[in-house]
């Protein structure tokens, strides 16, 4: 299940009862900023990663893609993709699957993809929406090379996973806690020296850092592999890329060095 949309959920109605309780949301955020700052120096946030520096032909087709409420945006499935493409990747991990548009996306170029969720029945004890949990898995339940197991990532056992994936990717429960538990997990399944991590919602918006999400990342992360933490540009993206590479700084509202043309067509099914 992508936990984000139930938080979601959960949050907005205690917002519309509660409005004092968006003053401390916006709080907590503020509280994280300065930890970060405080604690770490990471007053700009992660090193920025300009996608022309990791490729510099940078093309993708996205597809499936639903444009509905939740979904990831176009130009972060796209650099799934091309990492996965570009780095040869037999063996994806996924924690959080929502409509599986990602990992439906990164199947097409990854011969094996696993993908944790939350099981339909907890999904509906939880939300006591049948229709939201059937959109769970729409893309990706019936794709041969995915595997959908079920479970919560705070307490599922990950043992015989364990050393066997080239890419994780994390959109699950964006709680700083949880987020924090899933990176220390990402990295224990990790299979070698070349492997690597993404991480969504790491910003609101491209623009935008999400400071608890960014905290989270930063404190699971073991201390000598945090200097290849990088924001991913023009999307809301954090990766762990075990190699030194050109960065800048984030600078909100900064004219566009780069733009991209974008074709929509309707697939149907």
Known sequence: MNIKILAGLRA????????????????????????????????????????????????????????????????????????????????????????????????????????????????????????????????????????????????????PYKGQFDMVFIDGDHHSDAVKKDTQTAFELLRDEKSIIVWHDYGYDPETIRWSVLYAIWEGTPEEKRKHLYHVANTMCAVYLPEELPVGTLVPHALPEHYYEVTLKTVGL
């Open 12 to 159: 907005l109605k205690l917002i519309i009862k509660f409005p004092y309780l968006l003053n401390l949301v916006l709080d907590s955020e503020d509280v994280f900023q300065k930890k970060v700052s405080k604690k770490y120096g990471l007053d700009e946030g992660l090193p920025l990663l300009r996608l022309e520096e990791l490729f510099p032909d940078f093309t993708e087709t996205v597809s499936p893609y639903a444009y509905l409420s939740g979904a990831t945006m176009p130009i972060d499935i796209a650099l799934l993709k091309m990492l996965a493409r570009r780095r040869n990747v037999q063996r994806y991990f996924e924690i959080g699957t929502w409509r599986g548009e990602s990992v439906a996306n990164v199947a097409a170029v990854v011969p094996q993809c696993v993908t944790l969720n939350l099981s339909r029945e907890e999904i509906i004890k939880l939300t006591d929406n049948e229709r939201y949990a059937d959109a769970h898995a729409f893309f990706s339940k019936n794709l041969d090379n995915v595997t959908h197991i079920e479970g919560n990532s705070q307490s599922f056992d990950f043992t």
